[in-house]
């Protein structure tokens, strides 16, 4: 089965400096790779994916790169923000496992003021 | 768009009782629906997939017997655990898949979870 590896597992930057995580995958087979942000104590939000068809795709100040043939993808966030500390999960899916959402790890961010 | 709810939010219950947890699509019909489980400071642990009108499917690991998954309509899954002991105390989310054919069917859309605590 798929398995995705996340890193680094915590990370702490100025505020105003960029973040970047980065995941790996398993199975060639996956095709849709979601980010989501989850807060304390409350359920995972999705704040960008991107698909197998697609190389780079960018959301304001967030941005999530794809390496098929590596395997491999990032997620940059710019000019972070206080608010933008929490942990962040990389996720890998694919058609031939019903969709199945198989998460990484997960990384803690945060932003020191 | 795209909101999915759990109910309760949290709930407290005695060793050997069954609990009941809801996940609703609130705007749009899920055909799909995944339960996970997340314990503290760890990631989320695919536990199974539930398909509207059909049985779930349960991931490697996970007693079908004691996480009953029912998802008897487009909006709405219910997982009971059954006979609940104390290290079934976890965080319990769901996720909710738009119908094909309605635009990215691949997006999960996740609930806020329900922390159940088992004494």
Redesign the interface.
């Known amino acids: 089965g798929e398995n995705v590896e996340q890193h680094p597992s915590t990370l702490s930057v100025q505020e105003g400096d960029s973040a970047v995580i980065k995941c790996t995958y398993s199975d060639s087979a996956s095709n ?1 790779f ?1 980010w ?1 942000k989850q807060e304390l ?6 704040i960008i ?1 991107i698909r197998s068809n697609v190389g780079e795709k960018k959301d304001q100040r967030i941005a999530v790169t794809l390496n098929k043939t590596a395997k491999h993808f990032s997620l940059h966030i710019t000019e972070t923000q206080p608010e933008d500390s929490a942990v962040y ?1 990389c996720a890998a ?1 694919a ?1 031939a496992s ?9 990384t803690s961010l945060s932003v020191i003021p | 768009g795209a909101v ?1 709810s ?1 109910h309760p939010s949290w709930v407290i219950c005695k060793s050997g009782t069954s609990v009941k947890i809801e996940c609703r699509s609130l705007d749009f019909q899920a055909t ?1 629906m ?1 339960w996970y489980r997340q314990f503290p400071k ?5 536990m199974a ?1 539930s398909n509207e009108g059909s049985k779930a ?1 349960y991931e490697q690991g996970v007693e079908k017997d004691k996480f009953l998954i029912n998802h008897a309509s487009l909006t709405l899954s219910t997982l009971t655990v059954t006979s609940a002991h104390p290290e079934d105390s976890s965080f319990y ?1 769901c ?1 909710a ?1 738009n119908r094909p054919g309605t635009g990215f069917s ?8 329900t ?1 159940l605590t088992v004494l």
């Not at chain 1, 019903?98 to 997960?106: E, L, S, T």
């Not at chain 2, 760890?42 to 695919?46: G, N, P, T």
């Open positions: 849709y979601p989501y104590g409350k359920g995972p939000q999705l994916d999960f899916s058609k019903y969709d199945k959402v198989i998460f990484g790890p997960g | 999915v759990q799909t995944f760890q990631s989320l642990m695919l997939t499917t989310i996720s898949r691949d997006t999960q859309y996740f609930g806020p979870g922390r």
